[in-house]
């Protein structure tokens, strides 16, 4: 029998319902089908956020990935935003210091992985740095405390399940939409979460960020999880804060969180089988992405 596909909006109604605060029903409900208890599942999301932590230490030490065609990202950024604080004569950092911050981390993360570091699938490990980012920055920035960014793990964990239940988290289902798109609108989700935000908001930070990056295709130079890989996760984080602050705010989405994963679900089916994770469409298929694959392949074979 065909189990009915998750709702962000029927589990907000049903936490209401229940006169349970969101957190604290999607806790009970995660308990009940892992058959497990609240405790221990906060426990996981303890330690994952530990992993994700030394996945940005990892990134932050400048490393570069097996095949040599990154790395090093995350530090020359993280060193370019001190310089500029530094001099007092110099231009305002254009991303502030919450951005830039979770902009510099999400690379690192991603570097992490792309050397082969220990990271976290959140939801997948093409966007495993857009989470970590955003909150070692919050961390670092805002003051948010360990339990509030384990909480919001809880959020983005569900949110992923829904997103998951409804489309596809996977790049060669859905295009890089349906990877670094669900990260970012998971991260936006805890975002909303931790600074207050209620169910119907977290739900609107969550259509935000679809609305703003339906259609992103998965385009893999050479088939690593790498160029353009990397840099998405940064823009993905800018789109995550965005959609969040909007939400915060009291900004409407027009449309729901569920119709627009729905809609996210059709463009990926309707995705060129060539800008989904075959790396034969979009940048990898450019000049210089082709002759620098075929060198690759030639060195590695040899």
């Known amino acids: 029998m065909k189990q009915d596909k998750l709702s962000w909006a029927r589990l907000v109604s049903e936490s209401e319902a229940k006169q349970l605060p969101l957190l604290e029903y999607l806790l009970e409900r995660s308990a009940a089908q892992l058959e497990t208890d609240q405790a221990a599942i906060l426990a996981k999301m303890d330690a994952m956020l530990q992993v994700m932590e030394e996945a940005v230490a990892f990134g932050m030490t400048g490393v570069t990935s097996n095949s040599g065609l990154t ?17 007092g004569n110099s231009r305002p950092a254009l991303l502030g210091p919450v951005a830039g911050s979770a902009v510099t981390y999400a690379l690192a993360a991603a570097e992490a992985n792309a050397a082969m570091g220990r990271i976290v699938a959140a939801p997948t490990a093409g966007a495993s740095g857009i989470l970590p980012g955003v909150l070692m920055s919050l961390k670092e920035h805002c003051g948010v405390s360990r339990e509030k960014l384990v909480e919001g793990l809880v959020i983005a964990g569900v949110i992923g399940e829904v997103i998951a239940s409804r489309a596809s988290i996977a790049g060669a289902t859905g295009g890089c939409q349906a990877e670094c798109g669900s990260g970012a609108a998971m991260a936006a989700g805890a975002v909303v979460y931790i600074f207050g935000g209620n169910g119907k908001q977290i739900g609107d930070a969550v259509s935000i960020v679809f609305k703003n990056m339906l259609g992103l295709v998965c385009d893999p130079v050479a088939g690593l999880v790498e ?57 990898a298929v450019t000049p210089t992405a082709k002759a620098w694959t075929e060198e690759y392949f030639k060195k590695i074979h040899s």
Request: proline residues 4%; contains cysteine.
């Open 71 to 87: 790395g090093g990202s995350a530090k020359k950024l993280k060193e370019y935003m001190e310089t500029i604080q530094a001099d």
């Open 227 to 283: 160029v353009p890989c990397i840099k998405r996760n940064a823009g993905s984080v800018v789109q995550c804060l965005l959609a969040a602050e909007l939400a915060l705010a009291g900004v409407d989405s027009f449309i729901p969180a569920d119709e627009a994963i729905d809609a996210m679900a059709k463009v990926g089916r309707a995705l060129p089988y060539g800008l989904r994770e075959t790396a034969e469409g979009g940048l």
